[in-house]
């Protein structure tokens, strides 16, 4: 016997069906692919963010390796040229030299012993000024604190990631005076500069906090001299002097190169400089609306490099959380879900960071993930029964995409002339 007809509003099947019935993010951005429960997938974070459907305009990237995840990162930055939007991206494997190509540009390849400069301790720059402007064109006392600070913040975050442990007060405190005594000088600083500050501190520094000279300089030691294997170590001829002429931000298409150390144990270190001046740019221009709708999308790739240290990770969240100020959408690429806090204990610190760092990105996509990381994908991503069946089966090219509290299903779809940009098999093909 047939059943009779029931008949119910969309509103009500979109909360019965989700799959089926969901409604799309609207038509204001660039098309991704195909919504695979019907129609277009269109996605732009400053577009949602002006529309209150997110409340960031972040974005983390999951997918194991051959998903497809890289595929997605360079056409998305592609499409988005189209609408304005600039692009800056870290490349630890050197794997966006094509898409720069296509763009014009040339990657900024750094390597140890290189030509290439870049200052980590840039003050931001202004409209107009060279990237080593002086810290006093800082907006006021308050805007040159803020930028001393977050000097602070960043080499106590690249001294812990050396020394694989948490610094003591007094060593954070003989960082602190040392960027203090460099930074006021009214000339921009370098990490030589601040080796130098906290192996001979000035007697003032030391005053400032009840000591003596000898005794600030030995609160510093350990930290100066892993900052100087960045000066002049193995790791030489990359952070220690002043950002390099020529070097323009302002392009359509910013590409660190770090490819030249992507199997040292010091990339993570070499990520955070790199990192750290690209926000220094960030940071001098400015914000609110207008740099929302004209924004700058920053590339993390291979963000587990940055996440596996606690000191870094926190930076990391940190810069994170300036986005909407800035006017960027930040996208990190991982892997797994359980890069994110890898080897965290369950309420430790490390772990609230990766959830912070998750609250701070309400784009989420989602590739295949081995079926031993779905239990914790569905914790850390809030996943659904039915989202978390389902990550262990997409096949390549197809994501899960959670855009604030809604699920997409959605196929990546790549154009016959975007197929250069996302051939990452070069290697691989040449083999057989």
Request: aromatic share 6%; hydrophobic share 45%; with cysteine.
């Amino acid at each position: 016997m047939a059943r009779p007809a029931h008949e119910v509003t969309t509103r009500h099947l979109g909360a019965a069906y989700p799959f089926v019935a969901a409604g799309s993010l609207g038509t204001a951005g660039v098309l991704v692919g195909r919504d695979l429960c019907g129609g277009a997938f269109v996605h732009d974070p400053f577009e949602l963010y002006q529309r209150q459907v997110v409340t960031n305009p972040n974005m983390i990237i999951f997918g194991q390796i051959g998903r497809g995840k890289s595929a997605l990162v360079k056409t998305y930055l592609w499409r988005q040229a189209v609408f304005g939007r600039r692009a800056w991206v870290v490349d630890p494997k050197g794997e966006y030299g094509q898409l720069a190509a296509h763009w014009g540009v040339t990657p900024v390849a750094l390597r140890p012993g290189g030509t290439l400069r870049l200052n980590p301790l840039d003050a931001p720059s202004r409209a107009g000024m060279a990237p080593g402007g002086t810290a006093g064109d800082s907006s006021g006392s308050g805007g040159e604190d803020e930028l001393v600070r977050r000097r602070g913040e960043l080499l106590c975050a690249l001294i812990e990631a050396c020394l694989v442990r948490r610094l003591l007060p007094s060593e954070r405190v003989a960082v602190e005076l040392a960027v203090q005594s460099v930074s006021y000088r009214r000339v921009t600083p370098t990490l030589p500069d601040v080796v130098a500050a906290m192996l001979a501190p000035a007697a003032s520094a030391a005053a400032a906090v009840r000591t003596d000279p000898a005794t600030l300089a030995a609160d510093g030691r350990q930290g100066a001299l892993e900052l100087r294997r960045l000066v002049a170590g193995d790791l030489r001829g990359m952070f220690d002097g002043p950002t390099s002429p020529g070097l323009d931000p302002g392009g359509p298409l910013v590409v660190l190169d770090l490819s030249a150390l992507y199997q040292s144990a010091a990339l993570g270190v070499v990520m955070t400089c790199a990192t750290a001046w690209l926000h220094a740019q960030l940071a001098g221009r400015g914000g609110g609306s207008d740099s929302m709708s004209s924004g700058v999308l920053v590339v993390v790739d291979e963000a587990w490099a940055l996440l596996g240290n606690l000191g870094v990770a926190r930076w990391l969240q940190s810069s994170w959380k300036l986005a909407r100020a800035w006017g960027v959408a930040n996208i990190a690429v991982l892997h797994r879900v359980s890069d994110l806090a890898a080897g965290a204990e369950s309420g430790s610190a490390h772990r609230e960071l990766a959830h912070g760092l998750l609250a701070d990105s309400e784009t989420r996509v989602v590739y295949g993930q081995a079926p031993g990381e779905v239990t914790q994908a569905r914790r850390m991503l809030g996943l659904s029964s039915t989202e978390a069946e389902l990550v262990p089966h997409l096949g390549r090219g197809v994501a899960l995409w959670r855009v604030g509290d809604r699920s997409f299903l959605v196929r990546h779809v790549v154009g016959p002339a975007e197929a250069a940009l996302v051939w990452t098999d070069k290697a691989m093909a040449a083999a057989q």
